[in-house]
């Protein structure tokens, strides 16, 4: 059996050069964006803060990176000396992906706190965030964490997509259903069909009229 490791590297292989792309660039950022250290908040003492959320000392803040794979398909990755912020979102071509996608970021944030590292509420503008501190790097892996954030991002495209199969698969069940019934509960009406097939018939426009007709010899 695969380890996640390997099989983000197969499936990256498998994909299209863009998305293959668009990962191993986060992986890379991620690779330099977690290496954090235990910092103190430098305005209220005693007390340790993720920097990155408070924004209290800009001079301990890199410059925020964008990673875009289009123009619905982005990431950002802000960083601090003690915490990092990974925020993504996905495709949403159409209204039942933006429902889709809803529900699961609902779902999700309910159980934050079983993932440690995924933020509660998504940033702004993003479907969902993570929150990695040097807590997080002590407890765990680094490689782990870049792992387990790709294997995220992998994964909730391909449930979201299967999600929407199940759901046009169930619809198509409840319309033949349907169908069956009204044909068994109203034959008449199935008859009247027959009987009188609808034809759909449209006049030509005088313009189109006009184009068609040749001009009259004298």
Known sequence: EMCIRDRIYYFIR?????????????????????????????EIEKQ????IEVKESPELMLKSVVIARNDEEKCLIET?????????TIKKPKEIEKLLTHLFERFISLRADKFLIIRRKPLDGFDFSFLVTDKHIELLHKEQIINFILS???DIDKEIT???????TQMRVAVSYFIDYIANQYPFIISALKSHPCLLYTSPSPRDATLSRMPSSA
């Open 48 to 51: 340790y803060r993720p920097i």
């Open 80 to 88: 601090s000396i003690n915490s990092m912020r990974l925020s993504f």
């Open 14 to 42: 498998k994909m299209s050069q863009t998305l293959t792309a668009y990962l191993t660039t986060i992986r890379d950022t991620l690779n330099s964006s977690l290496d954090m250290r235990n910092f103190p908040s430098q």
């Open 162 to 168: 299967e999600m929407k199969i199940a759901i046009n």
């Open 152 to 154: 995220f991002i992998l």
